[in-house]
């Protein structure tokens, strides 16, 4: 399966509840916002024009994504890529779109998470 891994690093914030997402961030390039009736978390590359350390945040993150459109009947996809990485105390925070899912781990392990997964025959596209 083809992994993509996205350029830059990127942080997790936690916004306020009542927090106005101001117009700017909707016109970022790649952004995710998540809203249940506990939170409001927001991840952006950290060099966005948005002064998210006046909020409570975890930076220091790198993506990859599936490449592939997942059909929702798929099973285990992202089970194939997380239980090697959690075998070697990589931890990881995933998100997904209509389309794929993305996975987020510390930058600080890209090329041991690359390593990993090419060894499984994952191949990582430009």
Do not use: C, H
């Not at 006046?54 to 993506?63: A, P, R, V």
């Not at 890529?81 to 996975?103: A, H, M, Q």
């Amino acid at each position: 399966m083809k992994l993509k891994m996205l350029k830059g690093e990127y942080v997790v914030v936690k916004l306020p509840f009542d927090f106005q997402i101001p117009e700017q961030i909707l016109k970022f390039d790649f952004y995710n916002l998540a809203r249940t009736s506990d939170e409001l978390s927001l991840v952006i590359r950290n060099d966005e024009n948005f002064d998210y350390k006046k909020f409570e945040y975890e930076d220091n993150w790198s993506i990859f994504k599936f490449e592939s459109l997942l059909d929702f009947s798929l099973i285990g996809v992202l089970d194939g890529v997380i239980k090697p990485l959690s075998g070697k105390n990589i931890s990881v925070f995933v998100f997904s779109t209509f389309d794929t899912d993305y996975v987020m781990f510390k930058t600080e392990n890209k090329f041991k998470v690359i390593s990993i997964l090419e060894n499984l025959e994952y191949k990582f596209v430009i």
